[in-house]
């Protein structure tokens, strides 16, 4: 089962402000993670559960937080580290 999808205005705004290499393998990788919210490339922040990272090129890394319950994945951050 897929799950939802959940970022807010300050989220759009983060990738808006993406270069443009990184603003597309943004979108890519969270369209992704409707059907797979743990990645092979992510991991778990230490001291956060469910809460996951993943590198977007060098510099800039997609945060995101799993509610299995929910079945949702709410987009924390986008943008450089």
Not at 18 to 46: C, F, G, M, V
Request: hydrophobic share 35%.
């Amino acid at each position: 089962m897929s799950y939802q999808i959940i970022f807010d205005k300050t989220i759009r705004h983060q990738i808006r402000c993406l270069p443009a290499h990184i603003k597309t393998i943004a979108k890519q990788q969270i369209a992704l993670l409707s059907d797979n919210p743990r990645p092979q490339k992510s991991k778990e922040l230490t001291g956060h559960p469910n809460y996951y990272r993943m590198w977007l090129g060098a510099n800039h890394r997609l945060v995101w937080h799993i509610f299995d319950d929910e079945k949702a994945i709410e987009i924390e951050y986008v943008g450089p580290k």
